[in-house]
């Protein structure tokens, strides 16, 4: 078991899962707000440079992954034209806020949303051109199994490209990123979402998650090869990318 699968967002004896469940629903309507001022907008520069790495493979059928209020899923089909992408997640709330995200943008017939496992997901092997996931994984309640999950999936040769939220590891950004991760976002997040623990567990995650050299290993454990890493903004976010 790895750290970040130890913590939960609240203090009772619910499984991670369920309790992440929750914590997004309870969240879902604030989130696109706190995600974009919390990150001062960065974090759609971040997505955009996922894309143009994907882009490379012309993708056609994507699955995006803890798919949230569809943030990626929208930026794939704008920047990618695929023919189909699904967006999965476990939060109903969330999802919502993506669908009329879709709706008003009128990309319904191309992104299509599911309630769905990641840690058994109900697609058969081999569905995928490639699977994307922004700030999602470091919630799987068990890493290798949901990354074996998203390998199974995938057709061969096909192509992963994932963002996730990394602590720095140099001076001065790490001093500095510690500063405001434990003090001004959950302050602010309380603020706004009304949820006293969602942006503690973050921060919590955030530290504990595995990245660089150590997630490598993990993908490769996964089924994965031509695995890779760059860190984005001085270490505050990780863009990985692996073929199956």
Same mark, same amino acid.
């Given at each position: 078991m790895y750290a970040q699968e130890k913590i939960k967002p609240y203090e009772n004896n619910g499984d991670k899962g #369920?309790?992440?469940? #929750?914590?997004?629903d309870n969240i879902a309507q604030t989130y696109d707000t706190l995600n974009h001022r919390l990150s001062w907008n960065i974090d759609k520069y971040w997505r955009k440079k996922a894309?143009?790495?994907l882009a490379l493979?012309?993708?056609q059928t994507i699955m995006d992954v803890a798919t949230g209020t569809g943030d990626f899923a929208i930026l794939a089909t704008k920047m990618l034209n695929p023919q189909s992408v699904i967006g999965v997640d476990i939060s109903e709330g969330m999802m919502k806020v993506g669908a009329e995200k879709v709706e008003r943008l009128n990309m319904s017939d191309t992104i299509k949303f599911k309630k769905d496992d990641c840690m058994n997901l109900s697609f058969a092997d081999n569905s995928f051109d490639a699977v994307i996931a922004a700030f999602g994984i470091r919630n799987f309640p068990d890493l290798d199994k949901g990354l074996s999950e998203i390998c199974?999936?995938?057709? $061969?040769?096909?192509?992963?490209?994932i963002l996730?939220? #990394?602590?720095? $590891?140099?001076?001065p950004m790490k001093q500095l990123f510690r500063i405001y991760s434990h003090t001004f976002l959950p302050i602010y997040g309380k603020l706004i979402? $009304?949820?006293n623990?969602?942006?503690?567990y973050l921060t919590a995650t955030i530290e504990a998650f595995p990245q660089g050299e150590t997630m490598m290993e993990i993908f490769k454990k996964a089924g994965f090869s031509d695995a890779n890493f760059e860190r984005l903004t001085f270490g505050i976010c990780t863009l990985y990318t692996a073929t199956k």
């Amino acid at each position: 078991m790895y750290a970040q699968e130890k913590i939960k967002p609240y203090e009772n004896n619910g499984d991670k899962g #369920t309790q992440v469940e #929750t914590m997004f629903d309870n969240i879902a309507q604030t989130y696109d707000t706190l995600n974009h001022r919390l990150s001062w907008n960065i974090d759609k520069y971040w997505r955009k440079k996922a894309m143009r790495r994907l882009a490379l493979w012309k993708p056609q059928t994507i699955m995006d992954v803890a798919t949230g209020t569809g943030d990626f899923a929208i930026l794939a089909t704008k920047m990618l034209n695929p023919q189909s992408v699904i967006g999965v997640d476990i939060s109903e709330g969330m999802m919502k806020v993506g669908a009329e995200k879709v709706e008003r943008l009128n990309m319904s017939d191309t992104i299509k949303f599911k309630k769905d496992d990641c840690m058994n997901l109900s697609f058969a092997d081999n569905s995928f051109d490639a699977v994307i996931a922004a700030f999602g994984i470091r919630n799987f309640p068990d890493l290798d199994k949901g990354l074996s999950e998203i390998c199974r999936v995938m057709k $061969k040769g096909g192509r992963l490209c994932i963002l996730e939220l #990394t602590e720095p $590891k140099g001076f001065p950004m790490k001093q500095l990123f510690r500063i405001y991760s434990h003090t001004f976002l959950p302050i602010y997040g309380k603020l706004i979402s $009304k949820d006293n623990s969602a942006y503690n567990y973050l921060t919590a995650t955030i530290e504990a998650f595995p990245q660089g050299e150590t997630m490598m290993e993990i993908f490769k454990k996964a089924g994965f090869s031509d695995a890779n890493f760059e860190r984005l903004t001085f270490g505050i976010c990780t863009l990985y990318t692996a073929t199956k």
